[in-house]
């Protein structure tokens, strides 16, 4: 009898086991914070449905039109279609800029939309592989630096990579303008590391660049503009941008998140970046 009781114990662990284990595995992605820092290329490798008001305060080097700040009040949206496919609209939103060299101005950023496929879905090894493509419509205000060339676009792959509560998000991609006499081609690389806390406390630290990789007519200076901005540089081929960042998100409901982050540049140049305060919240449907 006690023989037949252990065995039927047995079975019945291990069919519990074997149906909580997966259902641990699609949970990973509950745990990972996803970034805040560089919003508009710094894509997620989650598929996901969500609407995220951003804010950015970013302050210029005083080098750079005499310093100054720029304000950036924005919207993404991004609707998953499936568990694999999404649709993504990373850049939109208002402009104000406050600068001793150029003045005070605000406009209407560019539109930009695309979409990104998770092509490696591996829950039981905590792993996703999601590559994308978005296009920039230059529908902005010339005034706030938007609206120029003929648009580009910008193709990347993100992943993100679990270990228990420890993640490691990663985004690498090019952006390819439709006119490279006037705008800037570039190539941009973002990380993240993050950890779960609690639902409250989720810290994480970044590192954002880009790499310049041709000069074309716009201004005669030797940087770009970040990723906000498409000067189209006659003097940047060859130059690249960095920040490094930290800060954290908190889940304040099941499906609401709020996100806050510090960067800071690490390049050397003087250029558009000295550092910059991101204040993101993603609902999700």
């Given at each position: 009898?006690?023989?037949t009781?252990?065995?039927?114990?047995a079975?019945?662990?291990?069919a519990?086991t074997s149906?909580?284990?997966?259902?641990?595995?699609d949970?990973?992605l509950e745990?990972a914070?996803n970034?805040?820092?560089n919003?508009?290329?710094?894509?997620?490798?989650?598929?996901q449905?969500?609407?995220?008001?951003?804010?950015?305060?970013h302050?210029l080097d005083?080098?750079?039109?005499?310093?100054g700040?720029v304000?950036?009040y924005?919207?993404?949206l991004?609707?998953?279609?499936n568990?694999r496919l999404?649709i993504?609209a990373?850049?939109d939103g208002?402009?104000?800029t406050?600068?001793?060299?150029i003045?005070?101005?605000?406009?209407?950023?560019?539109?930009?939309a695309?979409?990104?496929y998770a092509l490696?879905k591996?829950?039981a090894?905590q792993?996703?592989?999601?590559?994308?493509?978005?296009?920039?419509?230059?529908t902005g205000?010339?005034?706030?630096f938007?609206?120029t060339?003929k648009g580009?676009?910008?193709?990347?792959v993100?992943?993100?990579?679990?270990f228990g509560?420890?993640?490691?998000?990663?985004?690498?991609g090019?952006?390819?303008?439709n006119d490279?006499?006037?705008?800037t081609?570039?190539l941009?690389?973002s990380?993240?590391?993050?950890y779960?806390v609690c639902?409250?406390f989720?810290?994480?630290?970044?590192v954002?660049?880009?790499?310049t990789l041709?000069?074309a007519?716009?201004l005669?200076i030797?940087?770009?503009?970040f990723?906000?901005?498409?000067?189209?540089?006659?003097?940047a081929?060859?130059?690249?941008?960095?920040?490094?960042g930290?800060?954290?998100?908190?889940?304040v409901?099941?499906?609401v998140?709020l996100?806050?982050a510090?960067e800071?540049?690490?390049t050397?140049?003087?250029?558009i970046?000295?550092d910059?305060?991101?204040?993101?919240?993603?609902?999700?449907?």
């Amino acid at each position: 009898m006690s023989t037949t009781f252990l065995n039927t114990s047995a079975l019945a662990l291990a069919a519990v086991t074997s149906v909580a284990a997966p259902a641990l595995a699609d949970d990973w992605l509950e745990h990972a914070a996803n970034p805040v820092t560089n919003p508009i290329f710094f894509e997620s490798a989650q598929i996901q449905s969500e609407v995220r008001p951003l804010f950015l305060h970013h302050r210029l080097d005083n080098g750079f039109v005499g310093g100054g700040s720029v304000n950036v009040y924005a919207l993404q949206l991004r609707y998953a279609v499936n568990d694999r496919l999404a649709i993504i609209a990373t850049k939109d939103g208002y402009i104000d800029t406050h600068t001793p060299g150029i003045g005070n101005r605000g406009g209407w950023a560019d539109l930009a939309a695309g979409l990104k496929y998770a092509l490696i879905k591996d829950d039981a090894n905590q792993f996703q592989l999601t590559p994308g493509f978005t296009v920039d419509l230059p529908t902005g205000n010339e005034k706030v630096f938007q609206g120029t060339g003929k648009g580009e676009w910008n193709a990347f792959v993100s992943a993100v990579k679990g270990f228990g509560d420890f993640h490691v998000s990663a985004n690498v991609g090019a952006r390819i303008p439709n006119d490279m006499s006037k705008s800037t081609a570039s190539l941009h690389y973002s990380g993240q590391l993050d950890y779960f806390v609690c639902k409250w406390f989720m810290p994480f630290v970044s590192v954002n660049a880009f790499t310049t990789l041709n000069g074309a007519g716009g201004l005669p200076i030797t940087s770009e503009g970040f990723d906000l901005i498409n000067f189209g540089s006659g003097h940047a081929n060859g130059q690249t941008q960095a920040a490094v960042g930290g800060g954290f998100r908190s889940r304040v409901l099941a499906n609401v998140d709020l996100g806050f982050a510090y960067e800071v540049e690490v390049t050397s140049q003087t250029d558009i970046f000295k550092d910059r305060f991101t204040v993101d919240v993603s609902w999700r449907f």
